[in-house]
């Protein structure tokens, strides 16, 4: 076996998660798909995502970003069309020296990398996150103004524009 595979699966039974006999069904289950087997583990403990993604990082050869903690530059993520972030689970989270980082659950997609450096005019760096981390973080950051307000209207809150244009509550 792979011996960064054999490290990851280490990581995992020392967090004493399931018990071994457990992580191999789960490990059958995912037909030997060591980011099925994750995503999978997340899913049922998302209380140790963390430890789950730093695992993640030593057979990867990708950085973890938790994207629940992470500041996004929304102007950098809206210049990906949202239906292809959602499609792709990839979102723009910061650009620094005209480079591009991305967090995706595939952040070995050299393909769709390479669509998003043509898409983008950019260099396109990746770190990984977990799906749900990637969708919610699509949520925030596409929402637009006229739909913030339909969910304001919908809870009953008044709005009123200011002098300056905002809105006050």
């Given at each position: 076996?792979?011996?960064?595979?054999?490290?990851?699966?280490?990581?995992?039974?020392?967090?004493?998660?399931?018990?071994?006999?457990?992580?191999?069904?789960?490990?059958?289950?995912?037909?030997?798909?060591?980011?099925?087997?994750?995503?999978?583990l997340?899913?049922?403990?998302?209380?140790?995502?963390?430890?789950?993604?730093?695992?993640?990082?030593?057979?990867?050869?990708?950085?973890?970003?938790?994207?629940?903690?992470?500041?996004?530059?929304p102007?950098?993520?809206?210049?990906?069309?949202?239906?292809?972030?959602?499609?792709?689970?990839?979102i723009?989270?910061?650009?620094?020296?005209?480079?591009?980082t991305?967090?995706?659950t595939?952040?070995?997609?050299?393909?769709?990398?390479?669509?998003?450096?043509?898409?983008?005019?950019?260099?396109?760096?990746?770190?990984?996150?977990?799906?749900d981390?990637?969708?919610?973080?699509?949520?925030?950051?596409?929402?637009?103004?006229?739909l913030?307000?339909?969910?304001?209207?919908?809870?009953?809150?008044?709005l009123?524009?200011?002098?300056?244009?905002?809105?006050?509550?």
């Open positions: 076996k792979d011996p960064e595979i054999e490290l990851f699966l280490e990581r995992i039974r020392e967090l004493k998660l399931v018990s071994p006999n457990e992580l191999e069904y789960r490990l059958e289950q995912c037909n030997g798909e060591i980011i099925d087997l994750l995503i999978g997340e899913i049922d403990f998302p209380k140790h995502k963390s430890e789950l993604g730093r695992a993640w990082e030593l057979i990867s050869k990708n950085a973890y970003v938790d994207l629940e903690t992470t500041i996004i530059d102007e950098t993520a809206k210049l990906l069309p949202m239906d292809f972030a959602l499609s792709k689970k990839i723009p989270i910061f650009e620094l020296e005209g480079v591009i991305v967090a995706t595939n952040p070995q997609d050299q393909d769709t990398l390479d669509k998003i450096e043509i898409l983008l005019d950019r260099s396109v760096d990746s770190v990984f996150s977990f799906p981390e990637i969708e919610a973080a699509i949520e925030i950051v596409y929402q637009s103004r006229e913030l307000l339909e969910m304001l209207e919908q809870t009953g809150v008044n009123l524009w200011n002098k300056e244009r905002r809105i006050t509550a």
